[in-house]
C-alpha cells in the first residue's frame, strides 16, 4: 500500500496535475502568451507583467523582483507558506490521489491526532517539573535563569526523568499506541530489538506551538553533559522546526498591536522577554531564520527587528535572515522622480527590516535581566538592514588586501544595487568607492550590469530559479539524483560540492528540498530528522539506487562532472528564458529594459563558456 510519503504517490500526483491550472487557480489574471502563459506576479507587486509559467516544462518563473521559479509544488509551498508534505497533500486533494497515513480515530486526522498527543506529552512533562522530586534540577536550573513559576505555567514548560521509558509507560496507560508515539516523535524505535524508548531524557522540556496554541514538537535542553545540548522533535505531520516560531501564540497579539515582532535565537530568550513584558518577541529555535518562518510573522506585521548573537556565527545568521526576510515580504510600487524630470516606478519592500546590535558576549536574556531599559534602548536604536550589513562587511576589510577589497564589492554592491532612492544609492555608492580605493564611475557601470545579487547568502535563502529540461511527461531527474546520492552517501565529498546551489535542484521540488535538508544536516541521521515526512521515501529511493562502486579520486571526478552538468543545464535554461523575456520587451518594453536584458544575456554567455571551458580542461587532464 502507498503512503503519503511514497515515491510513486508524489509521481502520481504531479502526473495528474497541470502546472497553468495550479497558478491559474491563485493568479486569476494568468493569460495566454505564445506558447506559455504571463501575468503579474503573485509575489511582489508590479505594473508589467512579468511572471511566466511554462507548461512543456510543468514550471514557473518570475523575470521581475522575485527572480524566482520552480514547479507546482514551490509555487504551493511559497504562495500557502508551507512545507513539502503539505503542499503534497493539497495538489493530491486537488488532482484526486488519496494519501493513507497510519490510522486514527474516526472522526479525527492525522494531524490532530500527533498534536493531542504532544499535548498530552505536554502535560506530563510539566506535571513533573513542578510536582516531581526528579525535577528539581530543572527547577533549579529555571531558577538560577530568573524564571518563575507564573512563567513556567504561562509556558507550560516541563520535565523528562532520567528513564528510558517513564513517558513511554505514561502515554501507554492513557490508550496510546507504541507505533503512534514514534510517529508523534516521542518515543525512538530500537534498530535491532524491537520495541521503542523515550527520545528526551534528563532534559528541561520546552513544549513549541503554533499559532492557535497546538503542540506541534518540543525542544529539549540537556541538564548534564548529554550531547547534544539542545534537541528537537524529529520532522514529523505536523512539525518542522523550519515553519515554526516558538512563542509566537504567546506573541501575537502584541506582535498586531505594536505592529512589530522582534526575533531571537533561544527559548530562554523569548521567554525572558515576555516575563519583563517584551511580549512581541519570538525565537527561531536555534536555527537560521527561514522564508516559512518570515511567512508567519508576514501575516502579523511588516515590521522585523533581528536580535541575534553578536559573534561571528550570530552575524552569518543575522546576514542570511535578512537575505530571507527581504525576499519574503511583499514588494509595493512607489514612483520615483529621474534627472529629466519624469517619474519612474519602483519596487521596494513593503516592510520594515531592522537589526538589534547586542552586547559582545550577551545574550538577549542576559540585557533583559539585567537591564530592561537598556534593551528598550538597543531596541530603539535597530539598524536598518542596509547599514547594518554595510558597516558589518566593510568592518572587515582591510585596505591592503585585493582580495579584502575584491569581496567587500561582490558583497555590497548588490545591496547598493537594491536601494531604489537615488540619493541613498549614491551615498552608500560613494562610501563603498572610497572604502575600497575604486572609482565611482567604475563600480557604478558594474552596478548596473548586476540583474541578480550573485552573494552566496542570496542563492542560500531564496526560492529557486527553475532547471528543468525534462519532458513533464517524465517525473524523475536522474542526474540531480545521482548527485544526492553522491554528497549525502560520500559525507567526505562535502568540501567538493561547493558549486552546487539550491538553483540546480528546483525543477523538482522533492530533490531541492533533500538538497536543502542536507546543506543543514551534519550526517544522514541528523538530515532524516530535519524531512518532512513525506520525503523520507524519496531520501531512501535516491540512495537505494544501484549505483557503479567509485572510489578516492573517481568519487570526486564524477561530483564535479554532476556539479558541471547541473551548471550547463541551469545556464542554458537561464538562456532560453531570457530568449522569451527579449522577445516581450522587444514589443513591448523600454529601450532601458532591452539593454538590461541584453547585458544577462552576455553574461550568461560568458558563464557557459567558463563551464564548457573547465569540461575540456578536465577532459584533458583524465588519464589516457
Request: aromatic share 6%; hydrophobic share 40%; charged share 25%.
Amino acid at each position: 500500500m502507498r503512503t503519503a510519503g511514497s515515491v510513486d504517490t508524489i509521481d502520481e500526483v504531479k502526473q495528474r496535475i497541470d502546472v497553468v491550472e495550479v497558478v491559474g487557480s491563485y493568479v486569476p489574471d494568468l493569460k495566454k502568451a505564445g506558447r506559455n502563459y504571463k501575468a503579474r506576479c503573485p509575489f511582489h507587486q508590479e505594473k508589467t507583467p512579468s511572471f511566466y509559467v511554462f507548461p512543456d516544462r510543468q514550471s514557473w518563473h518570475c523575470f521581475g523582483a522575485c527572480s524566482t521559479g520552480g514547479d507546482a509544488f514551490s509555487f504551493v509551498m511559497k504562495k500557502e507558506g508551507i512545507g513539502f508534505g503539505e503542499a503534497l497533500r493539497i495538489l493530491a486533494d486537488r488532482a484526486g490521489v488519496p494519501l493513507t497515513f497510519r490510522s486514527a480515530h474516526e472522526g479525527e486526522t492525522e494531524a490532530d491526532k500527533l498534536k493531542g498527543m504532544n499535548e498530552a506529552a505536554a502535560e506530563y512533562y510539566h506535571h513533573l517539573l513542578r510536582r516531581s522530586a526528579a525535577g528539581e534540577k530543572a527547577r533549579a536550573y529555571l531558577a538560577g535563569r530568573g524564571i518563575p513559576d507564573k512563567t513556567i505555567a504561562q509556558f507550560q514548560l516541563g520535565y523528562s526523568p532520567d528513564s528510558w521509558d517513564s513517558l513511554r509507560q505514561e502515554m501507554l496507560r492513557r490508550g496510546y499506541r507504541e507505533t503512534e508515539l514514534a510517529a508523534a516523535g516521542l518515543l525512538i524505535e530500537k534498530e535491532h530489538r524491537g520495541g521503542t524508548y523515550d527520545r528526551f531524557r534528563n532534559r528541561l522540556i520546552f513544549p513549541i506551538r503554533d499559532v492557535n496554541g497546538s503542540v506541534l514538537g518540543f525542544g529539549a535542553r540537556a541538564l548534564d553533559d548529554s550531547l547534544p545540548k539542545y534537541l528537537n522533535s524529529p520532522q514529523t505531520l505536523v512539525f518542522d522546526k523550519s515553519s515554526v516560531l516558538y512563542g509566537i501564540e504567546q506573541a501575537k497579539s502584541a506582535v498586531r498591536k505594536q505592529d512589530s515582532a522582534v526575533i531571537v535565537e533561544g527559548y530562554v530568550d523569548a521567554i525572558v522577554a515576555h516575563q519583563y513584558g517584551f511580549s512581541n518577541v519570538v525565537a527561531s529555535l536555534g536555527t537560521a531564520l527561514t522564508e516559512r518562518q518570515v511567512g508567519l510573522i508576514k501575516k502579523l506585521t511588516k515590521n522585523l527587528v533581528l536580535a541575534l548573537d553578536a559573534d561571528a556565527a550570530g552575524e552569518m545568521a543575522t546576514l542570511r535572515g535578512i537575505e530571507v526576510a527581504s525576499h519574503t515580504f511583499d514588494q509595493r510600487v512607489i514612483p520615483l522622480p529621474t534627472p529629466a524630470g519624469l517619474v519612474k516606478y519602483e519596487d521596494v519592500l513593503d516592510a520594515e527590516i531592522r537589526v538589534m546590535v547586542l552586547p559582545a558576549g550577551k545574550d538577549p536574556d542576559e540585557v533583559i535581566r539585567e537591564d530592561p531599559g537598556e534593551w528598550q534602548r538597543l531596541l530603539g536604536q535597530a539598524s536598518p538592514v542596509v547599514d547594518y550589513t554595510f558597516e558589518l562587511v566593510i568592518s572587515r576589510v582591510d585596505p591592503k588586501r585585493m582580495q579584502d577589497k575584491s569581496s567587500a564589492v561582490d558583497r555590497l554592491l548588490p545591496l547598493i544595487a537594491g536601494i531604489k532612492h537615488p540619493v541613498r544609492q549614491a551615498h552608500y555608492l560613494q562610501k563603498l568607492a572610497r572604502v575600497v580605493g575604486l572609482d565611482e564611475r567604475a563600480l557604478a557601470a558594474a552596478m548596473k550590469q548586476l540583474r541578480l545579487p550573485p552573494t552566496d547568502l542570496r542563492r542560500e535563502a531564496a526560492p529557486s530559479r527553475p532547471s528543468r529540461l525534462v519532458s513533464p511527461l517524465s517525473q524523475s531527474d536522474p542526474l540531480a539524483e545521482y548527485c544526492l546520492f553522491l554528497i549525502i552517501s560520500h559525507p567526505d565529498l562535502s568540501s567538493h560540492a561547493s558549486g552546487l546551489s539550491a538553483d540546480l535542484f528546483a525543477g523538482h521540488s522533492e530533490n531541492r528540498e533533500l538538497f536543502l535538508a542536507w546543506q543543514q544536516s551534519h550526517d544522514l541521521e541528523s538530515m532524516r530528522q530535519q524531512l518532512d515526512v513525506a520525503l523520507l521515501e524519496h531520501l531512501d529511493a535516491i540512495l537505494a539506487k544501484p549505483v557503479p562502486p567509485l572510489c578516492g579520486q573517481e568519487l570526486e571526478r564524477a561530483l564535479a562532472e554532476c556539479v558541471r552538468r547541473l551548471r550547463e543545464r541551469w545556464l542554458r535554461e537561464m538562456k532560453t528564458r531570457e530568449k522569451i523575456l527579449l522577445s516581450e520587451t522587444e514589443s513591448e518594453g523600454s529601450s532601458a529594459d532591452l539593454e538590461e536584458i541584453q547585458q544577462s544575456a552576455v553574461k550568461l554567455n560568458t558563464e557557459l563558456g567558463e563551464v564548457f571551458l573547465y569540461a575540456k580542461q578536465s577532459k584533458g587532464q583524465r588519464p589516457g
